[in-house]
């Protein structure tokens, strides 16, 4: 008979609705904790994913921009105004006429600058970053 009333003490225990109710909270915090760390990690796989494809797409945009260069660059055209241009070169029948100083001529420095080539593919030529003033430079070694 004690038995059985141990039995009934314990299980009366343990379906008590406080105990109940304990229980299953840190079930639910037990379950909750590593679903949530699943998440935060998704999230962050799923972010980087995203970054990754914009990657992607900006280097076959340059990519496809190379090619387009590399095909103008071996194109007859490309030649023909190469020899034009830089050896004197006309063809039979034409006649070349000189004009000194006329603003409408673009100057050979023009022509080298990066924003007045015929492609303009971003990243072609990389600039290097201006220096910076010694007042910048005393702010950094003491601030950052």
């Known amino acids: 008979m004690i038995i059985k009333n141990k039995n009934n003490f314990f299980l009366s225990f343990l379906?008590?609705?406080?105990?109940?109710t304990v229980i299953g909270l840190v079930l639910l915090v037990a379950?909750?904790?590593p679903l949530a760390k699943n998440l935060s990690r998704r999230y962050r796989?799923?972010?980087?994913i995203s970054q990754l494809d914009k990657e992607i797409q900006e280097i076959e945009k340059k990519n496809t921009d190379l090619q387009k260069l590399i095909k103008y660059l071996?194109?007859?055209?490309?030649?023909?105004?190469?020899?034009?241009?830089n050896l004197g070169l006309k063809k039979e029948g034409e006649s070349v006429a000189?004009?000194?100083?006329?603003?409408?001529?673009k100057k050979e420095e023009e022509l080298l600058q990066p924003e007045k080539q015929i492609f303009n593919i971003p990243g072609l030529?990389?600039?290097?970053?201006?220096?910076?003033?010694?007042?910048?430079?005393?702010?950094?070694y003491f601030f950052k």
């Open 125 to 140: 030529e990389k600039s290097k970053p201006k220096p910076a003033s010694n007042p910048e430079q005393w702010l950094r």
């Open 45 to 48: 796989i799923n972010n980087e």
């Open 15 to 20: 379906f008590k609705q406080s105990v109940l």
């Open 74 to 85: 071996e194109s007859d055209q490309f030649a023909e105004e190469q020899a034009r241009m």
């Open 31 to 33: 379950i909750s904790i």
């Open 98 to 105: 000189i004009v000194k100083n006329d603003p409408s001529v």
